[in-house]
């Protein structure tokens, strides 16, 4: 698993945990936070797809 997508899993399921067991995130800082972990688990998508294309 590419380090990418492993800190965007790590974002997206800290930002849940802590918005629902610790204190309430504003919302658009948790909108923010979530679409960056998206967008980390994306780009380490692409560039896995990227690398093993280029290994065959």
Known sequence: MNRW???G???GGGTIAFDHLVYTLPH???VV???AAV???I???IMER???SMHE
């Open 5 to 7: 997508i492993t800190a």
């Open 9 to 11: 899993i790590v974002l």
């Open 28 to 30: 658009p800082a948790a």
């Open 33 to 35: 936070l979530f679409t």
């Open 39 to 41: 967008i980390m688990m």
């Open 43 to 45: 780009t380490g998508m």
């Open 50 to 52: 990227k690398a093993s």
